[in-house]
């Protein structure tokens, strides 16, 4: 990641892509960035970044959340801090909203966004029902793009299955990532794997190892860090 760049997640709801986004920024702070993260997802409040900010800042990870965010209170809604990534020299990492409803919310900042200068990461998954064949994933990603005015620049295969994930999980994904790289017409970045399972994958493809931090209510334990 460009340590003065600004990168944006996106990827249908379920995809994963807030875990990723979590081990990104963290990762960055790790190569001796000064790293923010956006939460944008005002529109779906589960499994949004803000509820590890925690974590996050722990980490020296600086977080962005919207108002309201993590309790019961109004509709979530950005803060005027969020106008703050477009002047400093921190890398930056927005988690946008699920598909094309979040989407618009991002953009609403896309002329900023293309001025200062990004990578838009579109994150997929084979696994779930609205992005399970290239086609499907590929229309997801031209449904975001339409609403937010941004191209995504490269796609990351985060093809899981939560806690049943295994190696033969993600191998199977591979084929599939690329197929979505080859019809979207841009490079798939890497395949992401659990971090644990770095032992049995093929040395001839390209992985980003991820610990868990987003667990959903029924799966037990605390986040991996």
């Known amino acids: ?96 909203g699920g598909d094309d409803a979040g989407a618009t919310v991002l953009g609403r900042f896309s002329r900023k966004i293309i001025d200062r200068g990004y990578e838009m990461l579109y994150v997929t998954n084979m696994y779930r029902p609205m992005t399970s064949t290239p086609e499907d994933s590929v229309g997801i990603l031209r449904e975001i793009e339409n609403a937010c005015g941004l191209k995504a620049t490269a796609v990351v295969n985060n093809s899981h299955l939560k806690e049943l994930t295994t190696a033969s999980t993600i191998t199977d994904s591979l084929q599939y990532a690329k197929e979505v790289s080859r019809s979207a017409g841009i490079p798939l970045m890497f395949s992401v794997a659990p971090r644990h399972l770095s032992g049995k994958l093929p040395a001839d493809e390209h992985f980003y190892l991820s610990d868990i931090y987003v667990r959903t209510v029924w799966e037990e334990g605390e986040p991996t860090c």
Do not use: Q, W
């Open 1 to 96: 990641m460009d340590p003065k760049g600004l990168t944006v997640i996106c990827g249908h709801y379920g995809t994963g892509k807030t875990n990723f986004a979590i081990n990104y920024a963290i990762d960055a702070v790790r190569e001796g960035k000064s790293v923010t993260l956006v939460d944008m997802d005002v529109v779906n409040p589960y499994f949004t970044s803000s509820e590890y900010a925690e974590i996050l800042r722990k980490k020296g990870v600086k977080v962005i959340s919207p108002s309201f965010a993590t309790t019961n209170l109004d509709i979530p809604a950005l803060p005027a801090s969020m106008y703050s990534i477009f002047d400093t020299t921190d890398s930056v990492i927005l988690d946008a």
